[in-house]
């Protein structure tokens, strides 16, 4: 089976034992599905029987103004799950499109509703993963209400990095990036020549290279200050926390928590006392 983005997310929050790991790969194993780049994967007003979990490519929540314009407001990597919230919503409020060929495991409600009841593990970590996703909803607001031009596209591509790493699809500064530029405008409210012009200065300052549809970070200590880019706010615990098995995907990328740094400084200090 392919490695299951959903478990390598999640294991950001707890750690996870074999039968658990199990279940989220039965879960990642169920029929799936594979819409075409620019496809609705779920409609706003949609009652959905099947929660949608991104296997592959790359979707978003976006919604249709009554002028025909489209605002995304977050996007859908491999291992997030598009809509659980249809155990409490009558019907979708936004839409999910695919902004690449997309391909979703369709999860039974019922199954997962199952193991709900059955696992506080489990359901604590789908908890962690909702609350992430409104982590990353308030971002958005705060690239429209306080960043300018340069920071909302950099705190984007710092953002993208990172959770492409943490899921496995990529190893190294690159990730696939499939955004056309007028999607880039739905995704952070800019006019096309702003768009233009900060990714040209990105490029000029030797920060990325975006040539076939990805994106490579060459700096991402600059980008990261381009974008004045904090990761608090994906919760990434185990890395924060520096857990063997996590950290080496983005640990260079999300900075240890002060518990952390306050642990390694005590064992460095006890070191240098027992040479002397």
């Known amino acids: 089976m392919m490695t299951n983005p959903l478990a390598l997310k999640l294991e950001q929050f707890t750690r996870f034992d074999g039968a658990e790991r199990a279940r989220l790969d039965f879960l990642a194993a169920q029929p799936s599905k594979t819409y075409a780049r620019g496809a609705t994967i779920i409609a706003e007003g949609e009652k959905v029987a099947s929660i949608h979990l991104v296997l592959e ?45 997309t391909t979703c ?35 958005r607001i705060i ?17 993208l990095l990172i959770r492409y790493r943490i899921v496995g699809v990529t190893s190294d500064a690159s990730f696939p990036f499939p955004l056309t530029q007028k999607e880039l ?7 096309s020549v702003h768009v233009n012009r900060v ?25 990261k200050a381009a974008g004045q880019y904090e990761a608090r706010y994906l919760h990434l615990t185990r890395t924060e926390r520096r857990d063997p098995g996590v950290s080496d995907r983005a640990g260079d990328l999300v900075p240890a928590t002060h518990h952390r740094l306050l642990q390694d400084a005590t064992h460095t200090l006890k070191s240098i006392l027992g040479r002397n």
């Open 57 to 101: 490519g790359l979707a978003a929540r976006a919604k249709t103004l009554p002028d025909g314009g489209r605002q995304i407001m977050a996007f859908l990597v491999p291992g997030d799950l598009c809509d659980v919230e249809v155990f409490v919503l009558e019907a979708m409020d936004h839409d999910i499109v695919a902004i690449a060929d």
């Open 105 to 139: 495991a369709l999860i039974p409600a019922a199954m997962i509703e199952d193991m709900l009841t059955e696992s506080s593990k489990l359901t604590k970590a789908l908890w962690w993963s909702t609350m992430t996703d409104s982590a990353v909803l308030r971002e």
């Open 143 to 159: 690239d429209h209400g306080s960043r300018n031009a340069r920071e909302r596209i950099a705190h984007i591509l710092c953002e």
């Open 185 to 191: 405008v739905q995704a952070t409210g800019l006019t």
């Open 199 to 223: 990714l040209q200065q990105l490029r000029a300052e030797g920060l990325i290279v975006l040539k076939n549809r990805v994106v490579t970070v060459l700096d991402t200590h600059r980008l």
